[in-house]
DNA sequence: GATGAATGAGTCTTCATTCAT
DNA sequence: GATGAATGAAGACTCATTCAT
């Protein structure tokens, strides 16, 4: 076999093992027996269980961020809500995808090892900045209230991460839904009451029930009318 | 020493191992060289490793129980939004006194031990349920907007965690504060949009800047003022 | 209390705990707890673990020394076999009170310490010897047929051994009947068959049934008449 | 080295070291130092000290059961005596070649472990039930003399174990001669005075001392003629 | 004398990693 | 490249014995 095939299939096994028991109940044993192949040939692919855990969290962390783009402005670009929407259900997709690895990655990372738990803290922590400066884009654009960007961002960051650990130990399938009442509450939770208000008649006439399912997640209003304005 | 006070002891120091090295990472041996207690002395006071954890995670669980309390209705109860504030600097109150421990017990936490798992889940599960329906009360009580409560339980929760999380790395003393941009966004992120609009002048001609230090925790206004309105 | 008095509970405690776990299985934990003594207590009476069991056994030994006794020739003695089966009569009763510990102390021996081994070692060995001694004897009186003397002490003292261990795993009632069984297959074992034939008319007119329940232990006739003829 | 053959190796060392110094003295460094193999290549082979000691004890029972065979009769069978000594024969030569493993396995037992006694316990029990069905044919066929069938079983039982345990501590060479002995004091024990009658002239005539060294084994006739009648 | 907290040597067991075949 | 037997450091846990109160 290959040897890119044949780490592709070592990494595939050793992804559901680790995901299922965890970093440290994960042993070598239980990958090898998996995938099949002998104790030496693991260490013909990979230099020890940290350096496989780390590729698979390389791998995870890459594609996450490669899934969350910066807010570009400009006139032929969708509006700041849209491009939030479209970050976010990039990201539940995949981690509706790669559900249990995701879980282990992301929400029960620290005391792997030092250098481990660091690389997913500064993940995080790009991600607070971007968030952060989202924020603080927004308060020179008028559509954020001022506020402690930083605390917020971590609230945010706390709100997504927190939706998906829920989302991956209990599937749903309406991510585009989850992810409207995701922004929904987190818009309205930043922006400028004055542009909330300025729909607040829209939103009293329709007596759709918003709670527990929005009729379909394409009409889901929420609030992210409110980064709709000209942004110029 | 008496029974209770060496227990009291081992567990303080302990808990100081664990918050620095994690659960996996630290050992007995760890323990007792910074207890100054021979090995089987820890064994005359704890069955285990585990068990050792388990009294410091039910320690702390408890505390944290007894921090958030139910909200109460009545014309003799302080509104809800002085409730929830009251709940979230407790909380942030104990989280800075019992930093690390707080944070391992609370963020990274699974992976222990099916069981201790397990009560660290139904801890969140029991605190989101509360959540979820203090939301549920609100929308009946036309304070809060229609949404997917459930979701948005999450959300809350998983921003005071992560807001937990970052105070136990990163000490702050103005606790009172950022629990005041916690309230703010949240009950912003859940308040029917009319009762944000009535206030709109209010803050307008409030010259103070909100962002980044609020003058101080008690004037902080915030968007508390959603609840104050008549409960009955 | 009594330094005397309390030495002999703790001892009586002891001895119940050995006689159900063992030697190695029992630990000053059980016994303290069953004497409801102080751990420190217990160390005042007995040097250690091994002493206290040494004391059981001393004692047990001791006990079944003296109701060993050495055949008596003499026209004032009773016959050879009337004093066997006293032996035998006083060693099964003594098992059966003290039925747990005989058998530990004596089936189930070796293994402890090389000094209580050998204790018991050589009381059997002694014992051996005056069974020796005694078929050497019955040999110069023309009782007993020639043998490897030694030899058949072992498989007498043996026998003895297994009834005694299966005495002690399941009380009997009929010792008197089980010692003469004994006795009688022992007799036979080594007496000159022309002592077997001289009283086989009467045997033969006996008509009573002898397995399995001899009519009673007074009755019991067995093989012991070999041994009544004079001895002079 | 071979799966099969390290296991032996390592089941070799063990057995001396056992056999020296009982299983309870006995642990994990003493084994693997004399089979000159690591801590953690014991584990490969066995689950832990109890696992190999019970594979020890598995070989020594089944050697032993292939060893005591039923007894057959028919007039192309040797006669019963003839297939006792056989049987005892096959015994003693085994406990000669496995002399100290035997007499830790056979005969100090108890104590080991609730699971490792009861299959001795339940070996002997099985080895009396044999004997005791061979003395209940000898009575049916006025071989054998009316009696306690299984009192005398036991009594027969412990003899072999005492001689057997005699064998284990001082090798002795003439395992012929010493089975002959003990066939001998048994069938007397256990024959019907007649038969051991008619052939008083025989013996009597016969001028071989027979103490303590028949002149050979094959010529040791004993008492073993008693069963030699015709059996149909 | 009595107590029971404290001790620490002694053992077992696991498991990531190496290396000769 | 592939194998899997071998390694041994690391760590958990027990329990007989001591000793200050």
């Known amino acids: 076999m290959e040897r890119q095939a ?28 998996r995938a099949r192949i002998a104790r030496g040939t693991f260490y013909l692919y990979f230099q020890n269980k940290r350096d496989i855990f780390e590729e698979l969290l390389a791998q995870t962390l890459g594609e996450l961020r490669s899934r969350i783009q910066r807010l570009r402005i400009g006139s ?3 509006n700041p809500a849209e491009q939030l929407r479209a970050n976010l259900r990039r990201v539940l997709d995949f981690v509706l995808d790669e559900r249990e690895l995701t879980d282990i990655l992301l929400n029960h990372s620290t005391g ?16 607070t900045d971007q968030i952060q400066r989202s924020l603080d884009l927004g308060i020179e654009m008028n559509l954020v ?10 609230c945010i960051l706390g709100g997504i991460k927190e939706i998906v650990g829920q989302l991956s130990r209990n599937r749903r399938d309406d991510v585009a839904v ?12 930043v922006a400028r009451p004055e542009l909330l208000e300025s729909v607040k008649m829209e939103r009293e006439q329709s007596s759709a029930p918003v709670s527990h399912g929005v009729a379909g997640a394409e009409q889901a209003a929420g609030a992210s009318f409110i980064f709709r304005p000209k942004l110029d």
């Open 145 to 154: 209230r001022r506020c402690d960007t930083r605390a917020v961002a971590y």
């Open 112 to 127: 792997f090892d030092r250098e481990i738990d660091e690389q997913i803290v500064d993940f995080y922590e790009r991600v």
């Open 178 to 189: 989850l992810a409207e009442e995701i922004l929904d509450f987190g818009l309205r939770g």
């Open 6 to 33: 044949r780490r592709e299939q070592v990494l595939h096994h050793a992804k559901h093992i680790f995901a299922r028991k965890g970093y440290h109940r994960t042993n070598i044993a239980d990958i090898i027996a």
């Open 76 to 78: 032929d670009q969708p």
